[in-house]
């Protein structure tokens, strides 16, 4: 069985060419993606044994998604097959002042209409080691929490390591709904991952003096966050994403990795922006792959923040670097010259 399981909805990407708007022409390219399956990717490209856990229709478009993860060796054995839809995002990139907008079309999803039944989780978890899962996913309803529920459970049962990934989506469910939930679902976790916004809306812990709409983080303030997260759950360890956003085009980069001793803070990336969608995905493959492989907290973060910032560089959610690519440019290697 895979060493590493990831529980979520894979959806149908249907974006315009190039940072072209909404039908600004009659062409969409359709690619696929979602949180989880973003992160079995990466993983899958680093060469760790990753399992994508969903449930998807048997039409020809559910097995398209499950086609696009085998194509990258992402284990596909215990994906449940059934329901009639497939969640689907229209995704218009943003580029200079305008940001990006994304819509969804997820409702009565094969994955949304699943029931805790489909999944068995202890046949699921057995020979893993890790099981990541992020907010996205119970956001779906409250069936959903539950099955995320069962899931961590089983996985704490078998000794599987749990990271989440807050990412709290304002246009699934509410703040409260939210804070609920991710209250229960937490209790479980190992290692969280969050960004500059995500705390403040899932729990109500913010960074002070920082400003994320005017360019301004405080990064000491983290450090005030990554603990009072840690101190709630009992996180082993807690990464918050930081990121200025100078305009959709051009962002600073960069992360934190408290581990309950150091806060370690990696460096900062200037990133000329392709396509956003899946950065933070990147992040948490990196961090899982860094941490499985027994790299330090300093080293750990390095690494997924380099794999971050190339992924921005990458057209579609999935981020196709090796760790090689990963490694060179967190080795301070960042030119980009050309490779002969």
Not at 113 to 124: L, Q, V
Not at 166 to 172: Q, V
Not at 193 to 206: M, R, T, W, Y
């Amino acid at each position: 069985m895979a060493k590493i399981v990831t529980f979520g909805e894979i959806m149908l990407r249907l974006a315009p060419n190039g940072y072209y708007r909404f039908f600004q022409n009659d062409q969409m390219q359709a690619t696929f993606g979602g949180g989880e399956a973003n992160v079995a990717v990466s993983l899958a490209n680093y060469g760790m044994d990753v399992s994508f856990v969903t449930k998807l229709p048997t039409h020809a478009i559910g097995q398209a998604a499950v086609n696009s993860l085998r194509y990258f060796g992402v284990d596909t054995s215990d994906i449940v097959r059934g329901g009639d839809r497939v969640g689907i995002y229209y995704l218009e990139k943003g580029a200079s002042q305008r940001g990006s907008v994304c819509i969804y079309d997820r409702a009565h999803s094969a994955i949304q209409e699943a029931d805790p039944s489909d999944f068995d989780w202890d046949k699921i978890f057995d020979g893993a080691e890790w099981f990541h899962f992020t907010g996205i996913t119970p956001a779906l309803g409250p069936n959903v929490v539950e099955i995320c529920r069962d899931a961590c459970k089983a996985a704490k049962a078998h000794g599987v390591k749990i990271s989440c990934d807050l990412n709290y989506r304002g246009k699934l469910w509410t703040r409260a709904e939210a804070r609920a939930a991710m209250t229960d679902l937490c209790q479980y976790v190992d290692v969280c991952i969050s960004n500059e916004e995500d705390a403040k809306d899932v729990f109500g812990i913010e960074a002070e003096n920082t400003d994320i709409y005017g360019g301004k983080l405080n990064k000491e303030g983290y450090k005030s966050v990554a603990k009072q997260l840690a101190d709630k759950f009992g996180f082993e360890k807690v990464a918050i994403t930081l990121r200025t956003s100078i305009s959709a085009s051009d962002n600073d980069w960069a992360a934190m990795l408290y581990d309950g001793t150091d806060y370690c803070f990696s460096k900062e990336y200037h990133l000329r922006i392709t396509d956003r969608v899946g950065g933070g995905d990147s992040f948490g493959g990196g961090l899982i792959y860094a941490l499985m492989n027994g790299k330090s907290t300093q080293d750990a973060v390095e690494f997924a923040v380099a794999a971050s910032a190339l992924k921005h560089s990458v057209e579609g959610d999935y981020n196709r670097v090796t760790v090689s690519e990963v490694e060179k440019l967190s080795g301070g290697d960042g030119s980009g010259r050309v490779q002969r």
